[in-house]
C-alpha cells in the first residue's frame, strides 16, 4: 500500500538519492522523509576523530559531519 507520507518521499528525495548513488555515494534511509549521504572515499575527520565536536563545540574541520580527507 503506498502512503502519502512514501509519495512525499519520493518526490522529496528520489532525484538526489540518484545523483548521490551516481556519484558513489552512500544512502541511507533511516525514516521516511530524512537520508543521510555519505561519501565513502572520506574518511574520519583529523580534528574531531570522527565525532563531530570538540571541546568547543562544533567541529570546524569538517562542520559536525565527522568526515574528512584521510
Ligand atoms: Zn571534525
Given amino acids: 500500500m503506498v502512503t502519502l ?4 518521499d519520493r518526490w522529496a528525495f528520489d532525484e538526489l538519492d540518484r545523483r548521490a548513488r551516481e556519484q558513489g555515494w552512500e544512502v541511507r534511509r533511516p525514516a521516511p522523509l530524512m537520508r543521510v549521504y555519505r561519501n565513502s572515499n572520506l574518511g574520519l575527520c583529523k580534528h574531531c576523530l570522527g565525532e563531530g565536536f570538540t571541546r568547543r563545540g562544533i567541529c570546524h574541520g569538517c562542520l559536525g559531519s565527522g568526515r574528512g580527507r584521510p
Fill in 5 to 8: 507520507l512514501h509519495l512525499l
